[in-house]
T-cell receptor, first 113, second 117 residues
Framework: AAGVIQSPRHLIKEKRETATLKCYPIPRHDTVYWYQQGPGQDPQFLISFYEKMQSDKGSIPDRFSAQQFSDYHSELNMSSLELGDSALYFC????????????FGPGTRLLVL | AQSVAQPEDQVNVAEGNPLTVKCTYSVSGNPYLFWYVQYPNRGLQFLLKYITGDNLVKGSYGFEAEFNKSQTSFHLKKPSALVSDSALYFCAVRDYYTGAGGFKTIFGAGTRLFVKA
């Protein structure tokens, strides 16, 4: 079965650079979520989109923005990167009618030097 | 305020023995409760969920969890542990909150399970 796809899988950036992470949800899923997981920490919810509209906002810094496109894929844009942004960024998708179980992608590991 | 607590950072069991990973929660309404497993350098994988109905929920890989409303707990269990069950386990709760007018999922801090052969 198709799963959530994230790209790139690994990314190395320097401080103050920008990064764009992409997420392709499971086909027909209508909701996308972004999480940040620091080393040894639990996933922290950043933001979610339902039917291409922002549905929920968590601890997403103002330097970050995200959107969901007409084909339901989502992009997380990160600017003015800081060392503390180094983390594993997960995307998850769900179908509201399916009880909203979130299915996670493999994650993008971002390292900011 | 919503919260999820996993009181044990680590659980050690011997292969073949039963295992329990604890989770308690605090929400304002009726929650959706989830367990996810994370293997090293991998994404979170869904194990099971409780929305309504039977308090004992069966999930993937032989895991099950029991919803206890009076104790606000949702402990993960398996009758006979395998070495391959060694991983990081996250409990999560999804509840409506008014902060942004929608639903929010909160994860516990995670419990690392070690199963010894």
């Amino acid at each position: 079965a198709a799963g959530v796809i994230q790209s790139p899988r690994h990314l190395i950036k320097e401080k103050r650079e920008t990064a764009t992470l992409k997420c392709y949800p499971i086909p027909r899923h209508d909701t996308v979520y972004w999480y940040q997981q620091g080393p040894g920490q639990d996933p922290q919810f950043l933001i979610s989109f339902y039917e291409k509209m922002q549905s929920d906002k968590g601890s997403i810094p103002d330097r970050f923005s995200a959107q969901q496109f007409s084909d339901y894929h989502s992009e997380l844009n990160m600017s003015s990167l800081e060392l503390g942004d180094s983390a594993l960024y997960f995307c998850a998708s769900s179908l509201v009618e399916g009880g909203e179980t979130q299915y996670f992608g493999p994650g993008t590991r971002l390292l900011v030097l | 305020a919503q919260s999820v607590a996993q009181p044990e950072d680590q659980v050690n069991v011997a292969e073949g023995n039963p295992l329990t990973v604890k989770c308690t929660y605090s929400v304002s309404g009726n929650p959706y409760l989830f367990w996810y497993v994370q293997y090293p350098n991998r994404g979170l994988q869904f194990l099971l969920k409780y929305i309504t109905g039977d308090n004992l929920v069966k999930g993937s890989y032989g895991f099950e969890a029991e919803f206890n409303k009076s104790q606000t707990s949702f402990h993960l269990k398996k009758p006979s542990a395998l070495v391959s069950d060694s991983a990081l386990y996250f409990c999560a709760v999804r509840d409506y909150y008014t902060g942004a007018g929608g639903f929010k999922t909160i994860f516990g801090a995670g419990t690392r399970l070690f199963v010894k052969a």
